[in-house]
């Protein structure tokens, strides 16, 4: 397989190859932005086709199908070949995009964003699995750089498109601006991509799909509605409970007798694998609540406006695009990785202690610089941990590697808002009430999170109150998320620094047992 990828790479002149990339990060953007800029139309979509009550869903639908797709999508890479996979999905994902821009009422929308989160789940996942095909992890760090900044751009651009789309053109187009990206991605795909087909003799392990798709699902709904639409202790938060943990318990049992199993459990024989999917669940668990909190305090305490709220993380992501760009030139020049690990787990941590340190009278400028230890320490693990990962397992298994590694982020995300979502309300809440009373209680049954302009149409006291219940919550939130980060430096001191493949050196065995790092290096040397 190596030398089959390797002798098509060979064949192609360099600029093919950058023509691929430049195909994977549009795809890469648009797997990214959807979120972002349909969050910021959402709004003006319930007013237009109501349904006010079902608003959640047209997220939670969208995450669901994109979760429980993503394991499914990467074992149909290794099983059937890469790139049919990858157009299939980009495929799905316009299809629903074209439905959700014609949806004419908030049930036909939330349909349309699971077809269209199902196409989601291969997107992520087809691009981090043929990178691995078509770049050896030596030569991948040059990359990162590029893969941060598409990602900071879709944070930064995604909620400044989304006003303007919707102010402008109106909020179909939010999911109509989709195409031309998708159709650009495709044809540049289709052209230049040559990677050798595979048909698998085996069929697809539907037992072990349906499984893996219950226990998502239900983890991801546990974690959506506890404490908001259900107590956690109600009823249905524990069958919900239950239900994920024995169809978890019994995806694991029947993968060890799956003919082709969706996710081979021989990989997590690799420590350097399990220890990766530990990072980088908590760095999803840190990230997604980092990026759901601050804005939500500039605005309610610093009085910034909501209309730029992705330029209030530009400290955070400007540091982590510069650092994820350090690290992978450290990395290809070097082969030495164990550092970014281990120092993203030490900034991380830095960085959310200080700003748990926030309050009512912390300026612009001291937030931002402690948005830029959290944005450094960022840099140092969100590429790392994907490189680390393929790096530990055979090129058969680059994608079901892909795609763990993806969904173990995507469920760190879903835990770290969900619980510190909760911790946040819970101190909000107890704040108002001792520092406004009744009125306190009021304004806090209404909404948690005010933006600026509501919080000017409260009396003064009620919206000094509410500056201190957003310090207090984000203060409670933050020191919780430092306590988890501790978990990222203890697993990255455990890391072993396999070299990576496609270097000058001669490849050691591959820790785990599993023969990954003794794979030959045709690749590297044909890029």
């Not at 409670?476 to 990222?488: D, M, Q, R, T």
């Amino acid at each position: 397989m190596a030398d089959t990828v390797g002798n098509v790479v060979e064949g192609k002149q360099p600029r093919s190859v950058r023509v691929v990339l430049l195909a994977l990060m549009i795809a890469m953007m648009l797997a990214m932005l959807d979120n972002m800029i349909v969050g910021t139309a959402m709004p003006t979509i319930v007013g237009e086709l109501g349904g006010l009550e079902h608003l959640s869903w047209v997220v939670t639908g969208y995450t669901l199908a994109t979760a429980a797709s993503t394991p499914v999508w990467g074992k149909l890479g290794d099983m059937y070949g890469r790139k049919g996979a990858f157009l299939s999905s980009i495929v799905i994902f316009l299809i629903g995009s074209v439905l959700s821009g014609m949806a004419q009422d908030m049930g036909q929308l939330i349909g349309f964003r699971a077809v269209q989160g199902l196409g989601a789940g291969g997107l992520m996942v087809g691009v981090m699995a043929i990178i691995g095909d078509l770049i050896p992890p030596r030569e991948r760090g040059k990359y990162q750089g590029m893969m941060a900044g598409v990602m900071a751009l879709a944070m930064i651009g995604g909620p400044l498109v989304g006003g303007t789309i919707t102010d402008n053109w109106g909020w179909r187009w939010a999911f109509y601006i989709n195409l031309p990206l998708g159709a650009v991605a495709l044809a540049l795909v289709t052209a230049v991509l040559h990677l050798p087909k595979k048909r698998a003799k085996a069929g697809i392990d539907y037992l072990g799909v349906v499984l893996l798709t219950v226990g998502i699902t239900s983890i991801v709904l546990v974690t959506t509605w506890g404490g908001t639409e259900y107590a956690w202790t109600s009823a249905r938060i524990m069958e919900l409970t239950g239900i994920g943990v024995a169809a978890l318990v019994g995806f694991v049992f029947w993968q060890t007798r799956a003919t082709e199993p969706v996710l081979p459990l021989h990989i997590f024989k690799s420590r350097n694998f399990t220890l990766m999917s530990v990072i980088g669940f908590i760095t999803g668990f840190v990230m997604f609540g980092a990026t759901l909190f601050l804005p939500l305090y500039q605005q309610a305490v610093q009085g910034a406006s909501a209309t730029n709220s992705g330029l209030l993380l530009l400290p955070m992501l400007g540091a982590m695009l510069v650092t994820s760009m350090v690290a992978g030139r450290v990395t290809t020049n070097s082969g030495r990785y164990k550092v970014f690990p281990i120092a993203g787990g030490v900034l991380m941590i830095a960085g959310l202690y200080l700003l748990s340190l926030m309050d009512t009278g912390t300026s612009r400028l001291t937030s931002g610089v402690y948005m830029a230890v959290l944005g450094a320490g960022m840099g140092c693990l969100m590429q790392i941990t994907m490189l680390v990962a393929q790096n530990s397992v055979q090129m058969k298994d680059m994608g079901v590697a892909s795609s763990s590694t993806t969904l173990f982020r995507t469920l760190g995300s879903s835990f770290g808002v969900a619980i510190m979502g909760a911790l946040f309300n819970h101190r909000v809440q107890d704040v108002m009430a001792e520092r406004a009373g009744a009125l306190g209680e009021n304004i806090t049954e209404k909404s948690a999170q005010l933006d600026a302009k509501s919080l000017e149409k409260l009396p003064a006291a009620a919206r000094e109150a509410y500056q201190h219940a957003v310090s207090s919550g984000t203060h409670s939130a933050f020191l919780l998320g430092a306590g988890i980060a501790v978990l990222v430096l203890i697993a990255a001191l455990f890391v072993k620094e396999v070299p990576l493949k496609g270097g000058p050196q001669k490849p050691a065995p591959a820790e785990g047992g599993d023969g990954a790092d003794a794979a030959p290096t045709a690749v590297a040397e044909a890029v």
